[in-house]
């Protein structure tokens, strides 16, 4: 079956800090990897996705590679900024009707 | 920017009474979703909807809650007799047909509290 493994949070660092946030997957088929970001108080947002094997994803100094062969999906930022202190949610669909499993997410708190 | 939006953003019942949730998907999408997030756990799919009928609901989707889809815009989620542990974040989201379909656009969800 389909299931997404994250780690385990919080994650604090300090700003400018390097980001990692491992993702692994479990999928049947050719699943879609997105990752999700959850400000305080709000909804899910899209941050990237990959849509093949070796797709890179990246959007707002945020990148994450779709592995194939170490079933994985893992988010890295550069230089973290305070603003980023969020929820972080990776995502699979693996059907044709788009069904998504989602991580258990991962809190990051960055300090100034 | 398009966006999903949900009413209410918030919404206290108590339990065995019925709750309506309501969701505004993107105005050119074609699929719609219904996910939960009881606090402190994942998000959990409960149904997907295409073509005015369900195409998949998983086994927290059971005879107590229902979908519709009663006008061009809107999409609801019916919860017929709410119990405690129905108490969670309840997110809608989207899908366009064609190229981009396998992204789910999702709304700022309506946290439900059953009492």
């Known amino acids: 079956g389909n299931s997404v493994t994250q780690m385990e949070g919080p994650v604090t660092l300090s700003e400018e800090a390097f980001l990692t946030i491992n993702c692994t997957y479990t999928?049947?088929?050719?699943?879609?990897l997105f990752w999700y970001v959850q400000y305080p108080g709000e909804g899910l947002q899209l941050l990237l996705k990959?849509?093949?094997?070796?797709d890179k994803g990246s959007n707002k100094g945020f990148e994450a590679t779709y592995r194939k062969e170490t079933t994985s999906f893992h988010l890295e930022k550069g230089s973290v900024q305070v603003s980023d202190s969020a929820v972080y949610f990776c995502?699979?669909?693996?059907?044709?009707?788009?069904?998504?499993?989602f991580g258990s997410g991962t809190k990051l708190n960055v300090k100034p | 920017e398009p966006e999903v939006t949900q009413t209410p953003s918030h919404q206290v019942t108590q339990m065995g009474q019925e709750v309506i949730l309501r969701c505004v998907p993107i105005?050119?999408?074609?699929?719609f979703y219904w996910y939960r997030q009881i606090l402190g756990q994942k998000v959990e799919f409960l149904v997907s909807?295409?073509?005015?009928?369900?195409?998949?609901k998983s086994e927290i989707f059971d005879d107590q809650f229902s979908v519709e889809r009663p006008d061009g815009s809107n999409f609801t989620l019916k919860i017929r007799s709410t119990k405690l542990e129905d108490s969670a974040m309840y997110f809608c989201?989207?899908?366009?047909?064609?190229?981009?379909?396998?992204?789910?656009?999702f709304g700022p969800g309506t946290r439900l509290l059953v009492l």
């Open positions: 105005s050119n999408h074609l699929y």
């Open positions: 909807f295409y073509n005015n009928e369900i195409s998949e």
């Open positions: 989201a989207s899908s366009e047909e064609g190229q981009g379909w396998e992204t789910q656009y």
């Open positions: 995502a699979l669909s693996g059907n044709n009707f788009n069904k998504f499993y």
């Open positions: 999928a049947t088929g050719y699943p879609s």
């Open positions: 990959a849509t093949k094997a070796d």
